[in-house]
């Protein structure tokens, strides 16, 4: 009986020695797909920020004339996008129609919220405010999901304490 004990024993260490490998192959594989996903964020919000500044000298290589023709189509008006973030939905939408845009693919973020903004409200907005747009384009909304607020810090928070800004 001490002599199977004995056998089972080595065999369990050695499966929990196999198992802290894998386990350790797959921790290096997770942090090297974090580090890829945070690269490819940042290129991707380079791209996207060049092709805002791209855009908007094209609009502005009209010669201000608030035209822009496209091929194939007649003239457009061209609007400014107006600044939405932390209107709830509903009154960001009918700020974007009254400018002669329209609330295009509306996206939920759930997770922390920023002081004062509710869920509801949108988070962000593609194109940023301030873009030349032809009337009737669609504006990407990031709506404010349901999740956690985040509290505000001042000098006397316990928080304070935490932060690099105490």
């Known amino acids: 009986m001490k002599v199977k004990l004995e056998q089972r024993l080595i065999e369990l260490r050695e499966e929990y020695e196999s198992g802290q490998k894998i386990l350790g192959d797959i921790e290096l594989k997770l942090a090297e797909l974090e580090n890829r996903k945070t690269s490819l964020s940042e290129t991707l919000l380079r791209i996207s920020g060049a092709i805002d500044l791209l855009e908007e000298v094209l609009v502005e290589g009209q010669g201000g004339q608030g035209l822009q023709i496209k091929a ?3 003239p457009s ?4 996008v107006p600044n939405v973030v932390r209107q709830p939905l509903e009154k960001a939408r009918k700020t974007l129609e ?3 845009l329209t609330a295009g693919e509306i996206v939920e973020q759930k997770g922390v919220l920023p002081v004062g903004v509710m869920a509801g409200d949108i988070l962000r907005q ?7 747009l032809p009337a009737g384009s669609a504006v990407k909304l990031v709506v404010a999901a349901k999740g ?6 001042d000098k006397r928070s316990a928080c304070n304490s935490l932060s690099d800004n105490g």
């Open 126 to 132: 593609e194109p940023k405010p301030g873009t030349k």
């Open 98 to 100: 009254e400018a002669g």
């Open 77 to 80: 008006i061209i609007v400014e």
């Open 148 to 153: 956690k607020y985040m509290p505000p810090i």
């Open 72 to 74: 194939g189509s007649s």
